[in-house]
């Protein structure tokens, strides 16, 4: 059945339609994107991070064709499918391909796949273990936190909710959390360069401006208005700005007002999404 999710603008706008424009040719990576989807954005900011050749190929997720379903059954982008040219699965095949989901395991793919091309974890064992459990955090604690206070439905729509500032405290408490893991100076999480833990949080980060339009602003304090947490927040903006700037970041994102349809049915706490029901059945990140 059709759903009203299903009904999102086509293909991507502005920055992003330029980039996937450039991105048609087909390589032995292909990425199946979502122009909107923040886990998209991840695994794409990585691709051209590392400056991995790939084919963007656009899928609306709500709709699922049986063509989508047999690379990834659970129905989601981002997927990934790659030529394996070391592939013999019968004594004639020589390339096949194979798929792969999660934005995550995608992550730590192409970390491993591609030893040569920028690293965006650090070489040490222990600090890349260290980097894990903070990128562990963003899904497990974060996503969660910020989609339950984006699809709260307060009781007055004065703004000043208890539920609504409870959910907005929490998810600022995770928030700091994460900053306060931070390398002190940065300006990313894992120090000067770009790393796995920006690219996690990062498409999360440039779309605070929802609960602007929706919630009654995000929360973080402006500079100099943090209180006790000043240095926190003063540490989140250096980190913001930094990933706000990035090249990757700009031209991944499409145009706001493609945008608002979708974050307004998370708002009204209306979209069929997966990740939206899993919000309201508490259960994390689908
Ligand atoms: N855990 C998945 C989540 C991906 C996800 O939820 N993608 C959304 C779009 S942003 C999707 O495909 N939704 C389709 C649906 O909910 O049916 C990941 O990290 O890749």
Known sequence: MAIA?????????????????????????????????????????????????????????????????????????????????????????????????????????????????TPLLPTSPYERAKARIWIDFVTSRIIPSFHRFLQYQPSSPSGTDAGLQKAREDFLAKLKEWTREMHPTGPFFLGEEIGLPDLVLGPWAVRFWVFDEYKGGVGIPRAGEGGEDESVWERWRTWVSAVDGRRSVRETLSEREFYLPIYQRYADDQAQSELAKATREGRGVP
Do not use: M
């Open 5 to 117: 999710d299903a009904s999102i603008h086509p293909e991507a706008t502005g920055p992003a339609k330029a980039l996937v424009e450039k991105h048609q040719a087909e390589q032995p990576l292909k990425l199946y994107a979502g122009w909107f989807c923040p886990f998209v954005q991840r695994v794409w900011l990585a691709l051209e991070e590392k400056q991995i050749p790939y084919q963007y190929i656009e899928v609306n997720p709500y709709h699922k064709q049986p063509s989508f379903l047999a690379l990834n059954p659970r129905g989601l982008v981002p997927t990934v499918s790659i030529l394996d040219t070391t592939a013999t699965t019968t004594p004639t095949t020589t390339t096949t391909s194979h798929p792969l989901y999660e934005s995550a395991v995608i992550l730590e793919y192409l970390e491993e796949a591609y030893p040569t091309h």
